[in-house]
């Protein structure tokens, strides 16, 4: 029985089945660190601020990635194993709370289904290997990111920075791209921003973007080499201003209103995933 159940991991169509199905649970986690990450960054916010007054800091309710447990927003019901299954549990109770009604978002079952056919993606594109599991941390930082951003315009250093050193730990054995490529690309990702950023100030005197921005874009340099940068920076600008300029015609977000641009960062760190050699070799060819 052992060896039927080991030739199906090392079977391409196994591991695809597996990697989609460890990607839908994946997603199911992310819609939790997404919606309570920015809570409890926040209340840590408040607990330093009253610190620095010099105050008592206030009591707030314990919140954590793990605790309390998953509850209906609305009515407080508590969220069963039964009713936590991806994607499946959304569409049996029919997108909405198992005791008050009240509407479930779409979104959950989106991020899940996303991350699980991502996951299913890496494995038919890297095949078994440290490729795989890198690029499933890899999508789920970026998922996770992205979500977080569109929210808050927040790109938080807890995930930015550990998912800069994950890339140049895989590339240390040379999984994506070669170690020195790896710490070029994230020095100059970071500075790259940085100097937009400063330029910009000097210019307008206005603050152009976050610094997660640059923190992200490091993180995808280290992961990829510093020579996929040009092609992610030229992708998200492109994309960015294409949808900012479609958002302002059509009167749903004021000019200066601030876009977030982590998005459109992260979806060139997917393409960057996938094809990121074969697209930088064609932007040289057509330079």
Not at 47 to 53: H, N, S, T
Not at 58 to 63: G, S
Not at 95 to 114: K, T, V
Not at 163 to 192: E, H, K, R
Request: aromatic residues 12%; neutral net charge.
């Amino acid at each position: 029985m052992m060896p039927n159940d080991v030739s199906f991991f090392l079977n391409p169509t196994g591991l695809v089945i597996v990697c989609g199905l460890l990607g839908l649970l994946f997603g199911s986690f992310l819609n939790v660190v997404i919606h309570r990450l920015p809570k409890m960054m926040e209340n840590d916010w408040h607990i330093q601020c009253a610190e620095l007054r010099g105050e008592v800091a206030p009591t707030l309710i314990p919140l954590s990635l793990s605790l309390p447990r998953s509850r209906c927003p609305a009515c407080g019901h508590s969220i069963t194993a039964l009713e936590n299954i991806p994607i499946i549990s959304w569409l049996f109770l029919r997108g909405q709370c198992s005791s008050c009604h009240a509407p479930i978002s779409f979104r959950y079952p989106l991020i899940e289904a996303l991350t699980g056919l991502l996951s299913a993606l890496a494995a038919v594109h890297f095949g078994l290997g440290w490729a795989t599991a890198g690029s499933m941390l890899f999508i789920c930082g970026l998922i996770t990111l992205t979500c977080i951003d569109f929210d808050t315009q927040l790109l938080p250093d807890t995930l930015t920075l550990p998912l800069l050193w994950a890339g140049i730990l895989f590339n240390l054995f040379g999984t994506y791209t070669d170690i020195q490529s790896s710490v070029i690309g994230a020095m100059a990702g970071y500075l790259s921003l940085w100097l937009v950023y400063w330029g910009f100030k000097l210019c307008t005197g206005k603050e152009g973007m976050g610094f997660g921005d640059f923190k992200l874009l490091a993180a995808l340099g280290a992961w990829f080499g510093w020579q996929v940068l040009p092609l992610i920076i030229l992708f998200s600008s492109l994309v960015g201003a294409l949808v900012g300029i479609a958002l302002i015609l059509l009167n749903k977000h004021e000019r200066d209103a601030p876009i977030p641009f982590g998005p459109y960062l992260a979806a060139a760190g997917l393409l960057a995933l996938f094809w990121g050699k074969d697209l930088t070799q064609l932007y040289l060819r057509l330079a």
